[in-house]
């Protein structure tokens, strides 16, 4: 089973994804902050990493230019969650590999659809299950 | 009891609460409403007494007793009622009940389990509202998520109706994984739709033919959205032959009739449509009626302003008989020549206008002086010469028109500063005003007068090409003289004099 992070100070948020994620067959871990998730990270690599950007004492970019740092050799996906109408916000991200946004408010479906067409095949579960 | 929320209450701190207050390692069960064990399964016989309480089906609270042979006696009571019947039971195997060495003391263990039964109740109950919501809120985020995107659909789309539709209804589809979208209104014969396939559809032609008809006039009498996920749905007969797609369709209302409607499928691989599919593409029936609402809206407002146009020109035409046509002309060439020199949309729209009313101020001159066969008198001229500035000042009062008034006013200007009414030189008259200028010199030459009949189009250009830098802009003659060179579909339509090559 594929393990997710999720990385928002909003509980509401976190469980939303959790609650839609599990469903589609994936497992999911969570963390408050930046902070929280890198060294969860760096504990024990997630296949697939979702954050949010305002975050207390670590925020969204921190992180991923703390994993870029850190990890130079990630292989993990991260899709950073932003709101639609902050387009303009996003050009720290050119330089980090690997990296998708996920439009807030969020679509659980575009979210699963995003997950299962990156792992591909290689997902345990059967079709994504939408509610 | 749903397994889900009951797997993340944790049962073994109320075990350590039950085993506390007796004093002792109690055999403590939890059962589901159909008295399968969830907690305690390995205790003895705790299948059997799962079993014995849902056959007792009991709506007392209890406690109740229960005895399952000579030394066992099991105490059980329900967690509570819900909805949907009990929420499950709690029970406590007791040894040797009633006797004077049992070793527990019944009262209290009965107490015990109240409290624990309320604890238990209360936490599945929270954390079952707690996935509702959650599970609620989701779905709010995808309605969100698809009225947002919708909304920047939107934003900053000034082009025609129909290609904001498409780009909506082709974001829906893909928003929405379905195969095809499609937005149908059979009484203006309108049928937009998108497609995100994941299987060719060879027919669609025919589909898209088969909604219009059957499927529209289910809908319309249903009135409410209908999913037909089944491939032997009865309510098939009614519409689709022989096709086996999966359906939703949901009607848009206008003024409370149905008038057109929403319909979504998918090939019989996919998935069946949910109650959340249901409302997005309620979602998005709504945001499409509104959006199609404002478009009546603005062709109804655009029409009535032709129409109070032209009922203004007709007005000036009546007076002169002879200038029947000519607003329409000038107009038309004035287009053709805004075009060809690339004007940009909101000021071709204001050329559009100036050219149309340009000689509306000529309301204002005597038909004496406007219709006379013969020359003019210097006072006479002078009832001419004011008309463009009657034009400006009949039409200034509306605003939308601000712009469009500047060509109508500077129509008679003349490109050396001679003409009319403010003698203005250049390029300092209105663009508008100087290709007015052109049309209306073609015109005035190739139209027949109360005077003298319509003279060629040979003739015209030769007399344009002549006044060329005096009255009228060359670089306007020029981009007129090229459209002219090319034999344009105008001649034909108004109809104009040739000369015999």
New interface residues.
Partial sequence: MKRILIVDDEPHITRVLKLYLERAGYAVDTAQNGQMALAEILKNEPDALMTDIQMPLMTGRQLCLALEEQLPQRTFPIFVMTSMTDREHREWTQKINNLEFLEKPLSMRAMTRALDKHFGSAKTDGGASHV | MSDNTFQEIDISRYQRWLNRAVGAEAAFMVFDKAGIPLWGKDIPQAIKLGLAIAAAGTDAAGPHRHDLDANKTALYQTLGITNDGQLGWLAVMVDHFGEQDAPVHIDQLTETMDDLAAGISDEYRYKHD??MM??E??????E???V??VD?HFQGQTEQNDKVFQSLLESAAE???VDVVAFVKPPKDICLYATSLSKEIANLDLVLVEMRGDLFRFIQSSGETVILNAVDDPRRAYIFTDMSYKVLACPIRSEGKVDSMIVLLNHAHK?DF?N?DRKLAEVLATQLSNLSTTYLLLQSMGEFNQQLAMSLIEAVEAKDPYTRGHSERVHFLSMEIGRAMGLPADELDDLYWGSLLHDVGKIGIPDAVLCKPSRLTPDEYTFIKVHPERSYEILRHIKHLEKAVLGARHHQEMYDGTGYPHGLKGERIPLHGRIIAVSDTYDSITSSRAYRAGRSHETAMKEIERVSGTQLDPGIVEVFMKLAAAEPEWLQRFNIRREKA
């Fill in positions: 707690l996935e959650t599970e809120l989701g779905e709010r985020y995808e969100l998520h698809l947002y995107a920047q928003h929405l994984n998935p949910t959340g």
